[in-house]
């Protein structure tokens, strides 16, 4: 493997945030216009993938042009329009052709096909930007009386139909929430911060980081994702074992609908009731549009330090990673792969999946676990000596190198995934959640239920 990049770094703050507000993005693909990932600039990995899938990569599906999609006319009258922008204000609705049709699908596997192939199945009428809360229950009472769906969009990374129309509706409005972003207020001394529902990963972090805060969620979608966004799809983050998935960091919320505004306190404790904020989390836009959202938040860790392990199989990895478990013990990242997976990866990282010699030979064979720790300097220590005392049994170390690099590249390989659609090749995961007592035998059943329909046409 190559070199580690560092065994330990202090912390950088997010500084970036104001330059990507006027960046475009892609309308076909994932992340900015103007990055890519090819395939061809990992040649070990293309080899491994043509000659484990048996594909031709010379053979290239090109992306259809823009003005090869149909969109229909808007089913909205001019009185429709003149009335939508009385309630959200001059210049915040659009129904020109870019703006339908990027907010028509995510960027799940059949939204991308859609795309690419300029057969999109519906596209909305109109996309709204209210630019306060004010005018969403407004709106909602509108599309209400008329039979309009509509449809709340934070980033567009949806990837399970979210902006999927079921039912009868006369017409659909996306109301798209990205100016609806501002920080709203941060409390120090209670770890909270305040914010409007639309404001996406990156300039939330440059905010909390300049109070030496952070709220530790990174999803993969994390550049373009909004808060309202995690809320609604019940996200999770690389980071999670330390500082929650967004159930644990949402203390209170603000969810608009037609009848009225629910708000859940911001509170750390209710002793009587039922839970209204778990009614709103993953409610995935169906009880109304989440508009505000207080979250909980962290000091800024003053220390990272990267581990990547090398198991002779995928049990014994997941026995190490339960044995830190029940020492409550886990890493803060904690990624183990599969032998199938730790091939892709190797192959990632130039190894050839015929490499000679035994590096390559136990990357093929092996299960790979990538661990991070982040925190004071104490804490870091500690919880290392934990995982490594589990870990070393039945693993080779791989040194920083491979964990740092996944940890740094992380926000990147979805853009891999769009040159590998280009070849006809599908890369995608599956969410499931099962005790540790099942976990394996979840694990080869699911593996093998996926394999049998994958390949059971050849």
């Not at 709203?184 to 770890?191: F, H, N, P």
Request: glycine share 8%; no cysteine; proline share 5%.
């Amino acid at each position: 493997m190559p070199r580690a990049i560092s065994e330990e770094r202090l912390y950088r703050p997010i500084r970036f945030a104001r330059a990507l507000e006027a960046r475009p993005t892609k309308w076909w693909g994932w992340g900015w216009e103007d990055k890519v990932l090819r395939l061809e600039s990992r040649p070990a990995l293309a080899a491994y993938l043509g000659h484990r899938l048996d594909v031709d990569l010379s053979v290239r599906r090109p992306v259809a042009s823009f003005d090869q999609i149909e969109v229909p006319p808007s089913r909205l009258s001019s009185q429709d329009l003149a009335d939508i922008q009385v309630i959200v204000g001059e210049g915040n609705l659009a129904s020109d052709n870019v703006a339908r049709v990027t907010h028509a699908t995510g960027r799940g596997y059949k939204d991308l096909v859609r795309l690419r192939t300029a057969r999109l199945d519906h596209v909305p009428d109109l996309v709204v930007y209210p630019e306060d809360e004010d005018s969403v229950p407004r709106l909602l009472e509108f599309a209400g009386s008329h039979r309009y769906a509509v449809i709340p969009f934070g980033g567009g990374t949806n990837v399970v139909g979210g902006l999927d129309v079921h039912g009868q509706f006369a017409a659909t409005i996306v109301m798209d929430l990205r100016r609806l972003r501002r920080v709203l207020a941060i409390d120090i001394e209670s770890g909270l911060a305040t914010v409007e529902a639309g404001i996406r990963g990156p300039p939330l972090e440059e905010a909390l980081n300049a109070k030496g805060l952070t709220l530790g969620h990174f999803p993969q979608s994390w550049e373009f994702s909004t808060v309202g966004g995690w809320i609604a799809m019940r996200a999770s983050g690389s980071h999670s074992n330390r500082y929650g998935s967004i159930e644990d960091l949402v203390v209170g919320v603000r969810l608009v609908s037609p009848a009225r505004v629910l708000e859940v306190r911001s509170v750390p404790k209710e002793s009587h009731g039922p839970s209204l904020k778990e009614l709103v989390l993953g409610s995935e836009g169906a009880l109304g549009v989440i508009t505000q959202a207080t979250l909980r938040v962290q000091p800024l860790p003053l220390v990272r330090r990267f581990e990547s392990r090398l198991f002779s199989s995928f049990a014994d990895g997941v026995a190490a990673l339960r044995a830190m478990a029940r020492e409550d013990g886990l890493p803060d990242m904690a990624y183990l792969a599969d032998s199938e997976e730790t091939k892709f990866a190797a192959a990632g990282e130039g190894i050839a999946p015929d490499a000679d010699g035994i590096a390559g030979r136990r990357l093929a064979e092996g299960s790979l676990l990538l661990m991070g720790f982040e925190g004071t300097k104490e804490r870091v220590t500690h919880r290392r000596r934990v995982a490594l005392r589990h870990a070393r049994a039945n693993s080779t170390s791989l040194g920083s190198g491979p964990a740092e690099r996944w940890s740094h590249e992380r926000f990147e390989l979805p853009y891999l995934r769009d040159s590998l659609l280009d070849h006809g090749i599908l890369v995608d995961t599956v969410e499931t959640a099962a005790r540790w007592s099942d976990l394996l035998s979840v694990y080869d059943h699911a593996k093998k239920a996926l394999q049998e329909a994958l390949w059971k046409d050849g």
